[in-house]
T-cell receptor
Framework: KQEVTQIPAALSVPEGENLVLNCSFT??????LQWFRQDPGKGLTSLLL?????REQTSGRLNASLDKSSGRSTLYIAASQPGDSATYLC????????????FGKGTRLSVIA | GAVVSQHPSRVICKSGTSVKIECRSL??????MFWYRQFPKQSLMLMAT?????????EQGVEKDKFLINHASLTLSTLTVTSAHPEDSSFYIC?????????FGPGTRLLVL
């Protein structure tokens, strides 16, 4: 059974810092990996999706990398802003078709102005 | 991106009552619907998978007679929490899938007193 772990569980940084969020998964046979943002009491916003054949994806100040063989992914946030404060969730899909995403518990990020 | 709505967004009910949550995909047709729930500071946990016109498949530990899922059309799925108890208090999120991409509703916060 796939298990997704995210470290750290919580992180507080001053504005402007670059930071890295970590995600690991136990079964490396994945189809893709996705990073989401969740604001308190809200739904999910997709940030980046990495296919199993890809090494990284970038969107603005966000960069996600994938090392499938070692079961790891990182989300790099450059020049953090208070508006980045949220919970960041990592999720993996086992294969194509009607298989659901399996989520980690998330990292709660606070960016202090 | 696709638009998904959930209704109600928040509900408070007495123990023993039933609550129906509606999930609509507003601009696309979803043959597959995933239902997740999220307890405070926990990850999204898959409850069940349903395909339009078929019975839902429930995850281990999720009672199918307690959490009734109806996916009668390609744009509407409902989750009914029957005889709700305080331990059912959670954040419920629907996730329709189209072309191997999962979209997420804004969630329904259920509080059972």
């Amino acid at each position: 059974k796939q298990e997704v772990t995210q470290i750290p569980a919580a992180l507080s940084v001053p504005e402007g810092e670059n930071l890295v969020l970590n995600c690991s998964f136990t079964d490396s046979a994945i189809y893709n990996l996705q990073w989401f943002r969740q604001d308190p009491g809200k739904g999910l916003t997709s940030l980046l999706l990495i296919q199993s054949s890809q090494r990284e994806q970038t969107s603005g100040r966000l960069n996600a990398s994938l090392d499938k063989s070692s079961g790891r992914s990182t989300l790099y946030i450059a020049a953090s802003q208070p508006g980045d404060s949220a919970t960041y969730l990592c999720a993996v899909r086992r294969n194509s078709g009607n298989t659901p995403l399996v989520f980690g518990k998330g990292t709660r990020l606070s960016v202090i102005a | 991106g696709a638009v998904v709505s959930q209704h109600p967004s928040r509900v408070i009910c007495k123990s023993g009552t039933s609550v129906k949550i509606e999930c609509r995909s507003l601009d696309f047709q979803a043959t597959t619907m995933f239902w997740y729930r999220q307890f405070p500071k926990q990850s999204l946990m898959l409850m069940a998978t349903s395909n339009e016109g078929s019975k839902a498949t429930y995850e281990q530990g999720v009672e199918k007679d307690k959490f009734l899922i109806n996916h009668a059309s390609l744009t509407l799925s409902t989750l009914t929490v029957t005889s709700a108890h305080p331990e059912d208090s959670s954040f419920y999120i629907c996730s329709p899938q189209i072309q191997e991409t999962q979209y997420f509703g804004p969630g329904t916060r259920l509080l059972v007193l």
